[in-house]
């Protein structure tokens, strides 16, 4: 019989962090003490005047209809005011797209400007989901690496030289997933001066990260004025606001842009949740005290993951600036084996992590960095300490 699945959905890959998670949850299923460090996902609760924001949109009852295609009229407002006051970047309601989570708001962007064989230019180390979602919508991507000597950032000579006639994009991440590191005003600068020689290249400038920052200095590329109506920027409620489960993102691009993606959602999924919309807009609203002292804990974990890290022979690891992921380079342990098991790549040492360590990491072959794993130290300092004992001690026996 005829294989009844499209060629799309077969050349696509799963999500290695969300594979990396279900195979953590089936061994604790198992009965097995699994630490998971895959997700990257807030150890914290939604904070309390935002869980109350989203009751008391319920005892309104004004939120239980379709909520209009590209958001709430008020929350793309107050989102506009959130890009200019905090961002520096020009917009207005009419820039704003309200979508189910970050990811759709790329993906919408991507399927809204994307023809067969438009390139993408890609800084890797980067989000697992960009890859596949450019290729869903016919996009080829061009992966452009930063390394581990240069704390992982792709400089503007090297993006500059990856630029083609079919260029049409060029995403990244600040502060980034995997590597954590945020790229400087200098570096940011730089990247503007460069992409001012090529005009008919846009920008998605993902910021989802934006308040998990340690250098205190968040630049956005749009707000420079040579790139205003060249960029989308994205983000969203769920990393600063420990909303992930909420699935609230959103945008601002140029209207035009702006316009296609909600046409695209319009076919799709319509409005985002309008119950989480108005917790969303109580997020990003009110005080953000609750999200610096997560940032605040985050900060100090970090330095007590990176002290431990360091005590393992052979891991090189360097110090991010943001998020909450560290990007050990581990390739000095692939040929190693014991029991008759060798390590060949990072995806063999994640498995064997887990099986025999039981502790989940998400292989760097994800990322497009396969001599590195990702660790999120968004967990419990508990957690975090007992899961890099037992990584050590699983790493000892590799000979």
């Not at 195979?23 to 935002?50: C, M, N, W, Y």
């Not at 995403?171 to 008919?200: K, W």
């Not at 807009?281 to 609750?290: H, K, Q, R, S, V």
Request: proline share 5%.
């Amino acid at each position: 019989m005829k294989n009844p699945l499209s060629q799309r959905v077969l050349n696509m890959e799963e999500s290695a962090t969300i594979a990396m998670a279900q195979k953590a949850r089936d061994l604790r299923a198992q009965g097995i003490d699994v630490i998971s460090l895959s997700l990257g996902e807030p150890d914290f609760k939604t904070p309390e005047h935002i869980q109350e924001a989203a009751i008391e949109a319920i005892r309104s009852q004004q939120y239980f209809s379709y909520p209009p295609v590209p958001g709430y009229l008020d929350f793309r407002e107050a989102i506009a005011r959130k890009f200019r006051e905090e961002n520096d970047i020009p917009c207005t309601a009419a820039n704003v797209v309200v979508s189910t989570g970050a990811k759709q708001s790329i993906a919408n962007i991507m399927l809204a400007m994307l023809d067969p064989d438009d390139e993408v230019i890609v800084l890797s180390p980067y989000w697992v989901s960009y890859a596949d979602i450019i290729k869903m919508a016919g996009g080829k991507p061009i992966f452009v690496k930063g390394d581990i000597d240069h704390n992982f950032k792709a400089t503007a000579e090297q993006i500059e030289a990856a630029i083609t006639p079919k260029t049409k994009l060029m995403i990244y991440s600040s502060p980034c997933n995997p590597s954590g590191e945020v790229f400087t005003r200098a570096e940011i600068d730089a990247m503007v001066t460069m992409l001012q020689r090529h005009p008919g290249i846009y920008v998605i400038s993902d910021e989802i990260y934006e308040h998990i920052n340690f250098t205190d200095d968040h630049v956005s590329i749009g707000s420079y004025e040579a790139m205003h109506d060249r960029v989308i920027t994205v983000n969203g409620v769920a990393k600063a606001f420990a909303m992930t489960g909420w699935r609230i993102g959103y945008m601002c691009a140029p209207e035009p842009i702006a316009k296609a993606c909600t046409k695209i959602q319009g076919q799709v999924t319509s409005g985002a949740n309008g119950i989480a919309q108005r917790a969303a807009m109580a997020a990003i609203t009110t005080d953000l005290a609750p999200t610096r002292a997560m940032s605040n804990e985050y900060r100090e974990r970090r330095q007590m993951v990176y002290d431990l890290l360091r005590q393992i022979p052979d891991i090189k690891v360097i110090m991010p600036t943001g998020a909450f992921y560290f990007l050990p380079e581990v390739s000095a342990y692939f040929g190693k084996s014991v029991d008759g098991r060798t390590i060949h790549n990072a995806s063999d040492l994640c498995m064997y992590l887990l099986e025999e360590a039981h502790v989940s990491l998400v292989t760097g072959e994800a990322f497009g960095v396969p001599e590195c794993v990702r660790l999120s130290y968004a967990a419990s300092r508990e957690d975090l300490q007992e899961a890099i004992k037992r990584i050590k001690e699983a790493l000892a026996r590799l000979q």
